[in-house]
């Protein structure tokens, strides 16, 4: 074969694709109900953006990205995910100075260089949400409410919900100190990612799944957190129950990024290879102004979709016919197939599915064509019934066939 899409990368093609339009529609028709708005926002942004956004040391910006120097040498990468271009949208559009919260979703692809894997790919998509400007922790347990509820909405079983709260930059620095001293003493005991990752970024090493039985007795965060962080993470707590979301507290659980203040939470399941996380988010009360807005608080989600269908495929999930056509139009003689082209497209305006034959096949052929369509219906037209200004039509799970005169055929169908 001459060429090959790039490794990590997928073709979704027709029969596939209609699982990927039907979650974006419930991904969207939740953000309806939750009254977030979609924002389109580049594939592409400066390199900084994610240094900054992301962070320096995450996995992300030391080894992940698709970066590229353009032809007018801005330094430019494929987005790594969604929420560093929203926040830039948000500070550049001025969209603090209205006087409502702004709750923004997006579907659409990311890019990372990763190590491919079950569930892992270098172009993935994400469905995201991000609510900018309040600190209520009634909003945080909506955002983790929206991810649940387009999980239980898509048909997945088996999605748990686990949260945290990752304290503040000042909470987290004192409790670094605190698990340094438990984890240096160990340090040849653990994995070689955990032993490079120690000092740069020991909250993830206690995320670590190969090296949890070193772990007993680890420092949790949730012992160091101030007044303020315990008093909100409280609040989560009982807004979810509220909510009746199901929910376990993690107090390893950290994110792969640097933006995070206060809750963290991930979705996670069973059933695609080692991976069992398929969606995850938190606050990010300082990214804002980190990239150069005012001070103004976030939280968001991002659901892996490619994750979600697989999940989807896994656990057997039917979604029902997903394409339909309604019907089928054969035409028997050349002046009913010139006519043909007018009756499919009066179909069509009239918001009727219908497909035809244009390679002059026979009409058992045909048949065949409209079998594999699943129709509801075939009609068939004659020199002589169109002469008459009629046409047959065919009810293809009873047989039962009747003469419909041609301008009654589309309120036939529609029923
Ligand atoms: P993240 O945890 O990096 O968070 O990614 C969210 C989800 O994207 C993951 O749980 C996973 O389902 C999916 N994902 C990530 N990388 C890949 C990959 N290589 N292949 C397939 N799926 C993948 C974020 O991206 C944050 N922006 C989420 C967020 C929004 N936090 C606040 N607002």
Not at 93 to 120: S, V
Not at 253 to 274: M, N, P, Q, S
Request: hydrophobic share 35%.
């Amino acid at each position: 074969m001459a060429f090959q899409k790039p490794p990590g990368t997928q073709d979704f093609l027709p029969g596939a694709v209609e699982k990927w339009q039907f979650v974006e529609s419930k991904a969207r028709d939740i953000c309806r109900r939750f009254n977030f708005r979609e924002i389109r926002t580049p594939i592409f942004e400066a390199t900084d953006l994610f240094r900054r956004g992301v962070g320096e040391t995450t996995d992300i910006v030391e080894k992940e990205m698709y970066t590229f120097t353009d032809r007018g040498d801005r330094s430019l990468t494929l987005r790594p995910e969604g929420t560093a271009g929203a926040v830039r949208a948000f500070v550049e559009n001025k969209l603090y100075g209205e006087p409502d919260l702004t709750k923004l979703y997006y579907i659409g692809p990311m890019f990372r260089y990763e190590r491919q894997q079950a569930g892992r790919y270098r172009q993935f998509h994400q469905f995201g949400v991000e609510a900018l400007g309040a600190v209520d922790a009634a909003l945080d347990a909506e955002v983790i409410a929206l991810g649940y509820t387009f999980y239980q909405e898509v048909g997945l079983t088996g999605v748990n919900v686990e949260v945290n709260s990752v304290g503040t930059p000042a909470v987290r620095a004192a409790f670094r100190e605190q698990l340094l001293s438990f984890l240096l003493p160990k340090r040849e005991l653990l994995c070689k990612d955990c032993q490079s990752r120690i000092e740069r970024n020991p909250l993830r090493v206690l995320d670590c799944k190969t090296d949890q039985k070193h772990f007993e007795g680890a420092p949790s965060i949730l012992d160091s957190l101030d007044e303020e962080c315990r008093t909100h993470f409280e609040s989560l707590k009982l807004h979810l129950t509220n909510m009746n979301i199901p929910f376990s507290i993690n107090p390893r659980l950290v994110r792969g990024l640097d933006y995070y203040t206060h809750t963290a939470f991930e979705y996670k399941a069973e059933g695609i290879g080692a991976i069992d996380t398929i969606g995850g988010g938190g606050r990010y009360n300082g990214l804002v102004a980190e990239i150069g807005g005012p001070d103004q608080p976030g939280i968001g989600l991002g659901l892996g979709l490619e994750r979600t269908v697989m999940l989807l495929e896994s656990q057997g999930v039917e979604l029902g016919s997903l394409h339909n056509v309604d019907v089928y139009l054969v035409g028997l003689g050349d002046a009913a197939e010139r006519e043909l082209t007018k009756i499919i497209y009066g179909l069509r305006m009239r918001g009727i599915a219908a497909e035809r034959d244009y390679q002059g096949r026979k009409m058992k052929a045909q048949m065949k064509s409209a079998d594999r369509l699943q129709v509801r219906y075939t009609a068939i037209l004659g020199d002589d019934e169109l002469e008459r200004g009629e046409i047959t039509l065919k009810d293809m799970a009873t047989g039962e066939q009747k003469l419909v005169p041609l301008e009654k055929l589309a309120d036939e169908i529609a029923g």
